[in-house]
């Protein structure tokens, strides 16, 4: 199984993380208020359900009641990854972000995307493309071992859409991003 390079949790003991900035460090390009409300309230509402759903199932667990177990699943699942999506967000983020990246990450975009602005493009064109609310992400292929660009379904409500897409590649944490990648590929 491949290592997620977040901090871990507990099952049960979820928690919403301390963010390494303040809310208004990524302005202008993302307000203070938009991070304000998507992490004491929209994180923080994934990580109520998720506590609430996870005490429900471990109750079932205790009753071997497999028709509740089954029917928890989905909550834990959509809750679990809106929590696990939300507290990657946040570290990929940072003041003084965004620029271009360096390191391996760097290479591998070049290598895999054939530059940064193709990257860029690519990226931007999936995350906009998504329909209703979702997430883009760039990730390791484990069994080519590039860079790919994927996106899911859910787990966000806030509707920003393209400028949001652009705003966000001002504020990367390319530093963060080079460090998950060089430990992911360590790891393969």
């Known amino acids: 199984m491949k290592t997620l390079y977040i901090t871990g949790e507990e099952r049960g003991e979820h928690s919403l993380p301390k963010l390494n900035y303040a809310y208004d460090a990524l302005e202008p390009h993302i307000s203070s208020l938009i991070m304000e409300i998507h992490h004491t309230k929209h994180h923080q509402a994934y990580i109520n359900n998720l506590i609430a759903a996870t005490k429900k199932l471990k109750e079932a667990e205790a009753a071997n009641d497999i028709a509740s177990i089954n029917n928890l699943l989905p909550a834990i699942q959509f809750n679990g990854g809106g929590h696990l999506n939300h507290t990657i967000f946040w570290s990929n983020m940072g003041p003084g972000g965004g620029g271009k990246p360096t390191g391996a990450i760097a290479k ?10 193709k990257f860029k493009e690519q990226f931007s064109a999936a995350s906009v493309g998504v ?10 292929c484990p069994r080519s071992h590039k860079l790919r660009i994927a996106t899911c379904q859910n787990q966000d409500p806030v509707q920003l859409g393209a400028d949001y897409v652009k705003a966000f590649f001002n504020v990367i944490n390319w530093d963060n991003v080079n460090s998950r990648y060089e430990k992911a590929q360590k790891e393969q």
Request: no cysteine; proline share 0%.
């Open 131 to 140: 329909k209703g609310s979702g997430w883009g992400w760039l990730g390791v």
């Open 108 to 117: 591998a975009i070049d290598s895999d995307f054939g530059s940064f602005d």
